[in-house]
């Protein structure tokens, strides 16, 4: 069960963006599995990949066409991952592109191609051949609920949001979709997103924009700290409303609706986590610097006994003391350190605090949303990431799943 | 059920060292959880603790103490950890100190402290002043089985191990013991390990020597990557047996046996690990440097999803790959990158090997010792570390541990 999150039945249509979902029989039986999205010929894309040294070889295409400017098409399959596949793997990739080619007209540098599922087997590129055709044919602009549900693999919920803002120009929509049981499973999962807009943006601008908004998102969240081979985040302007971003106050407007979306996107794939029963906000305050306050939200996030005392519920806060001890700060002055679980302080001059009381810590403990704030009485610096408990159901998903 | 380990039912005595274990009711009814070390005026210690900066009071008075030099007693205690106690905490390890220099004749200052157990709470100290007297007065030098089991706290079975080595001066003894059900749980386990010979061996090269062995020791044993405020070792030396290290062949030769010692205890921890199944051993060889056959080797050990796939005895060959992908190293080759399971090879060349079955691979991953050897093609620094698979016993003591 996601932890309070629930499917939107509704996304907006992106003006200048086109989308289509067919069963083409990849993997799963009687569900669509294969998404094209569409672009208008004056969009712009920009995109965040994986940094899994192993990434797979449509990450690797993709990656190559979008270098090249003027993406017409996404192409994605959910079923099959087309990682750890070698040359086959990139052959693959790029007939898929030529494909989407013929079909619609486009060159095959023109389609950035996306694959989600098992790893190690070959792409089933004939079936993807097969079904372009009534795919292309169906393509509208109201099908997000549909490409949505297509890029699921293990989630139990699809993941998307709407936002729409007024700019000096006129107002522009952005719709965004993703997919992820938390950056888990790199056989089976992968992190994917989606996200279109009908503002008109130059692309170094939307690359920026969107390197930014993923630092503080689909960048800040974990489940068990590995990094999938097929990660990506793409984001598309059509520039169809005609509106620009033509001033600071524009700017700050749009990159405030980008953010909104990645933050509740990222933080739905946590929700969705794999076993998850509690989802935990984990802010890092007054560090000597953003990478120090990450690095000990890290080692926290990571934790598997912080973890496992989160399902249990357990105010089991000197595993935290202990996992902030060893995140490797230089000169850490313990005395300095606090420790709040919500709204109660259990932990300062390295030690329990004398107002804590092990009730009020049981009773934060047993929320399904709990906030933890370590303060290190270094600098002014500051980082939070989002994680999920570690559960039974972790293990059990995870060990049986091929099995 | 720890995985290929059975306690030890004889250690041999090292001269020059007495010991006692006493049931000082610490936290452990009707078992020993206090222990007292005598060391020859002759002898001298070295040691290395944890890195942990919220490191518990004892290793604070411990390392004080150890610089000091002239150490004749080592107290450890097992029920409490005294951590996370703050000025309290500090002033009860002194006064312990105290205490037995009260009863024994040395200063304070000439004994160092250790504890294992919960976090967070007082420790008992008037308790162990009670307990002294008659502990001080059993000392003797064939009790270190006792020492063993009174200080296991979660440990399912005692670790020791004692080896003789023949130097140009004579013969001598190394016995060493260990606790920890591997690294895990700060708030009740810790790694403790204490060491002794009657070889002579100055301070000096003595801490050399133990920094060395426990290099690739204690410092390669993960189960679940959390650090404890206590972990220490300790190697005591007392020179009763006259026998000093003259030539190169005599430190070669004692190197080799504490190396041993070490390894034995280190890994013993490891198949001792919480809920472990299997004994996986993670090499890593041809890279560029030892810390980045480390990094890789660690991220193996640490990742959940390889963890439970070994668990399931799953060859998910993919989940070992994405770890090695994701470890950190700048301008990985992934075509040079080799994957061994066994005498299995599972992947190169950036896919499968063309050799591989899954029959293979399920055959390999189902023995209860694993070793997993990664290529990585870039030079000649190795790295191995030791870990055990993540189970639902995992879980389920740590997150029922407290509650």
Same mark, same amino acid.
């Given at each position: 069960m996601p932890i309070n999150l629930t499917e939107p039945t509704e996304l907006l249509p992106v003006p200048g963006m086109r989308l289509g979902a067919v069963?083409?029989?990849?993997?799963?039986?009687e569900r669509r599995d294969l998404v094209l999205m569409e672009l208008a010929p004056s969009a712009s894309a920009a995109a965040v990949f994986t940094r899994n040294a192993f990434c797979a070889a449509p990450v690797i295409v993709a990656r190559e066409h979008l270098a090249?400017?003027?993406?017409?098409?996404?192409?994605?399959?959910?079923?099959?991952?087309?990682?750890?596949?070698?040359?086959?793997g990139l052959a693959d990739a790029r007939a898929s592109c030529a494909h989407v080619a013929e079909v619609t007209g486009c060159e095959a540098t023109q389609v950035m191609p996306f694959s989600t599922g098992v790893i190690g087997e070959p792409l089933?590129?004939?079936?993807?051949?097969?079904?372009?055709?009534?795919?292309?044919?169906?393509?509208?602009e109201d099908a997000w609920i549909d490409a949505m549900r297509a890029i699921m693999t293990t989630d139990t919920v699809g993941k998307g949001m709407s936002r729409q803002v007024t700019l000096s120009g006129g107002t522009v929509t952005l719709t965004g979709i993703a997919k992820g049981s938390g950056m888990i499973r790199p056989d089976m999962a992968t992190m994917l997103a989606y996200l279109?807009?009908?503002?008109?943006?130059?692309?170094?601008?939307?690359?920026?924009?969107?390197?930014?908004?993923?630092?503080?998102?689909?960048?800040?969240i974990t489940v068990d700290g590995d990094t999938s081979t097929?990660?990506?985040?793409?984001?598309?302007?059509?520039?169809?409303?005609?509106?620009?971003?033509?001033?600071?106050?524009?700017?700050?407007?749009?990159?405030?609706?980008?953010q909104a979306v990645c933050d509740h996107l990222a933080q739905a794939i946590?929700?969705?986590?794999?076993?998850?029963?509690?989802?935990?906000?984990?802010?890092?305050?007054? %560090?000597?610097?953003? =990478? !120090? @306050?990450?690095?000990?939200?890290? $080692?926290? *996030?990571?934790? &598997?006994?912080?973890?496992?005392?989160?399902?249990?519920?357990?105010?089991?806060?000197g595993r935290i003391l202990a996992a902030v001890g060893r995140a490797g700060v230089q000169g850490l002055d313990v005395n300095r350190v606090s420790?709040?679980?919500?709204?109660?302080?259990?932990?300062?001059?390295?030690?329990?605090? %004398?107002?804590?009381? =092990? !009730? @009020?810590?049981?009773?934060?403990? $047993?929320? *399904?949303?709990? &906030?933890?704030?370590?303060?290190?009485?270094?600098g002014t610096a500051s980082a939070t990431v989002y994680t999920c408990d570690l559960s039974f159901d972790y293990v059990r998903i995870n060990a049986e799943y091929r099995s």
């Open positions: 069963a083409a029989g990849i993997r799963y039986k090249g400017g003027a993406i017409r098409y996404l192409l994605i399959n959910s079923g099959n991952a087309n990682a750890g596949t070698g040359e086959r089933p590129v004939p079936r993807i051949r097969d079904a372009l055709p009534a795919l292309a044919a169906s393509l509208k279109g807009t009908d503002a008109a943006i130059p692309a170094g601008e939307l690359q920026a924009m969107l390197s930014e908004a993923v630092d503080t998102s689909f960048n800040c097929n990660d990506a985040c793409v984001l598309c302007a059509t520039g169809a409303s005609g509106v620009q971003l033509v001033s600071d106050e524009d700017r700050r407007a749009f990159r405030e609706v980008l946590v929700r969705d986590g794999e076993g998850a029963t509690k989802f935990i906000t984990i802010q890092v305050n007054s %560090a000597g610097s953003r =990478e !120090e @306050a990450r690095l000990v939200a890290d $080692a926290v *996030a990571h934790s &598997p006994l912080v973890k496992t005392a989160l399902f249990a519920s357990d105010p089991n806060w420790l709040h679980v919500g709204d109660v302080l259990i932990a300062e001059h390295g030690g329990r605090a %004398a107002s804590y009381t =092990e !009730e @009020a810590g049981k009773r934060v403990m $047993a929320e *399904a949303e709990i &906030p933890i704030r370590i303060g290190l009485g270094r």
